[in-house]
């Protein structure tokens, strides 16, 4: 992170630390009223009360990412600040956690991207556009699967695979707020996780 992003942060989260001790109130809006209230008067106290909600759930997800709890904390810092700027972006057609899980794994995708020392999609299962369509995996193969080599699989294959399967089935998001999120078509999209699945059952089975 560079020096002015930890400038900035520090000044925002001086504010979100009088969010959390002081507006209390805040804490009754929903992330749409929250939202709303944010980007129409670019309150940072209010975004203090964002932060709060959804901090460690960003954190978490850039554990993924990074190679360790302090790089993964900076990457936190960074889309905070980054999502300040762009929460006008929200349209409120899908859930907020949701859009947010995406802004997150795009910021982090674009991170990893920049870092040459990094080859995060060496291992993946590449199909390309003239392959056959991977046979059809059903869900309950994957509810099947152990959690430890599930786990390990998903971390075998393409970032935006794993990202739409957690988005599909740990998140809960709908084909429709898919659509949203993603701005894809829902038949691209059902493509994408039937290839996604596939994938993650061949890494799946390499594991011992």
């Known amino acids: 992170m560079t020096f002015l992003k930890k400038l900035c942060f520090i000044i925002i989260g001086s504010e979100f630390s009088k969010s959390s001790s002081s507006n209390t109130v805040h804490d009754k809006y929903t992330d749409a009223e929250l939202i709303e209230q944010i980007v129409k008067n670019k309150d940072a106290l209010l975004f203090g009360e964002l932060y709060d909600r959804y901090s460690k759930l960003v954190y978490n997800k850039c554990l993924g990412f990074a190679k360790s709890n302090s790089e993964a904390e900076d990457l936190t810092q960074d889309i905070f600040l980054m999502l300040f700027v762009k929460l006008g ?120």
């Open 89 to 208: 972006s929200f349209k409120g057609t899908s859930k907020f956690s949701t859009w947010l899980y995406s802004f997150t794994y795009n910021f982090c995708v674009n991170y990893v991207n920049r870092n040459k020392e990094r080859k995060i999609n060496d291992n993946s299962v590449k199909f390309d556009s003239q392959e056959e369509v991977p046979v059809e995996v059903t869900d309950n193969l994957l509810l099947q699967m152990q959690v430890d080599k599930l786990k390990k699989a998903l971390e075998l294959i393409a970032p935006e695979d794993k990202t739409l399967l957690l988005l599909k089935y740990q998140d809960g998001a709908s084909i429709k707020e898919l659509e949203d999120v993603l701005e894809m078509k829902s038949s691209a999209i059902k493509m994408r996780l039937k290839r996604a699945k596939a994938k993650v059952v061949e890494m799946y089975k390499t594991i011992p």
